[in-house]
């Protein structure tokens, strides 16, 4: 005999399914935050008390990935127990097999690895930006990712470029220029010129490589042809960040990073204890950024993850200020109203196109989202 869940039980579930949805957004929201406005601090912070190993720095961005095996097993979890109810629920005639603890399929695993190798060159860029520029300055430049990635995905994915987003790169690219124009204003001490240009420099092609990179991971979800779930989404995450980190590792080799770290421990300038301190906690708070990253979106929407961004680049700016004393000149200031204008364009021209082109509501099917609400260009490394 098949058993139906009353009208009464199915809107209890439905409301507590809400209930834990919200809760979830709410902690992903907080990790976002740390992640976004912490983990630049943390990694400034290594570099001015004495470190400048620059792989390792580029390392710990991804070096955190086992912490994302905790989502994945309490999915895993959720997904059985599903399963187990659907199977207790069912006739006799029909079954329901148990869940696979891994759901991704080979392309999928081959794609994730290469966007991991291009992920690693890409740390080791910002890693080296952050070492020789002040955070705030780091900051605005990397936010013009965002044009970047605007363009790599009208060229991959076909994305529209509408007056708004073009607006966007316009005065995203109009706020490099202002820092550009005048670099060095607010070189650190004991900084030279060259290694302040090369931190520029090095910096501007980060946030190129990422606005690439984005867009080949919308596209290799496009080619996947699976059912992108919560679940899929941490294990792409969790290969990306691996390769990522095994490109990392193999620079560390070859730089000698491992042998030096000891030493450079002892030397640090806020005892060795603080050091291990500093870089466990970098790796652990770049990994609360991606999480929070993929928790908002999956939970809400891509466009609540960005605009939660653009609210944080003023607190990263202003913590900056604090914690490390930088200079916050004109054409700071400048560069941060034309980000913030552009990111408001941006949102305000996608939140428009979403309302126009509304699309039907997807069959339930578990944990899948539609692909629209795990767009690459929130998937910023927006510092």
């Known amino acids: 005999m098949v058993r139906h869940a009353s009208p009464h039980m199915a809107g209890d579930e439905a409301k507590s399914g809400e209930t834990l949805k919200k809760i979830l957004l709410v902690l992903n929201c907080m990790m976002l935050a740390i992640g976004t406005t912490c983990g630049p601090l943390i990694m400034r912070l290594y570099f001015t008390r004495g470190g400048n190993r620059i792989w390792l720095s580029g390392w710990l961005q991804t070096a955190g990935w086992p912490i994302i095996t905790i989502p994945l ?89 509408t007056p708004y987003s073009i607006n966007s790169v316009f005065l995203l690219t109009l706020a490099a220029a202002v820092l550009a124009l005048h670099t060095g204003s607010d070189k650190p001490e004991g900084e030279s010129k060259r290694e302040y240009a090369m931190g520029f420099v090095m910096t501007v092609a980060a946030a190129v490589l990422y606005g690439f990179i984005l867009p080949l991971v919308e596209l290799s979800y496009m080619k996947a042809k699976q059912i992108i779930t919560y679940s899929l989404v941490l294990e792409y995450q969790l290969v990306m960040c691996f390769f990522a980190t095994a490109v990392c590792t193999v620079g560390m080799l070859i730089n000698n990073d491992f042998q030096e770290i000891p030493i450079e421990a002892k030397m640090y300038g806020m005892g060795e ?24 979106i999956f939970c809400s929407s891509s466009l609540t993850s960005g605009v939660i961004m653009t609210v944080l680049l003023p607190a990263t700016e202003l913590l900056a200020v604090i914690f490390f004393k930088e200079k916050f000149q004109v054409e700071k200031g400048i560069s941060l109203t034309l980000s913030l204008w552009g990111f408001v364009s941006y949102f305000y021209g996608e939140m428009s196109l979403h309302q126009n082109h509304q699309p039907p509501p997807p069959a339930d099917n578990g944990n899948a989202r539609p692909l629209c609400q795990i767009e690459c260009t929130s998937v910023m490394k927006i510092i």
């Open 73 to 161: 097993a309490v999915s895993y979890v959720h997904r059985h127990h599903r399963s187990s109810a659907a199977t207790t629920s069912s006739t006799g005639t029909s079954s329901s097999s148990v869940p696979r603890p891994v759901q991704m399929k080979a392309p999928l695993f081959v794609a994730s690895a290469a966007v991991g190798v291009l992920t690693g060159f890409d740390d080791y860029l910002y890693a080296y930006g952050v070492a020789h520029l002040p955070v705030s300055t780091a900051s605005l430049i990397v936010a013009t990712q965002l044009a970047f990635t605007a363009g790599f995905a009208f060229i991959f994915v076909k994305q529209r470029l």
């Open 273 to 296: 204890l603080k050091y291990y301190v500093v870089v466990v906690w970098n790796a652990v708070i770049w990994q609360f950024s991606f999480l929070g990253t993929i928790g908002v």
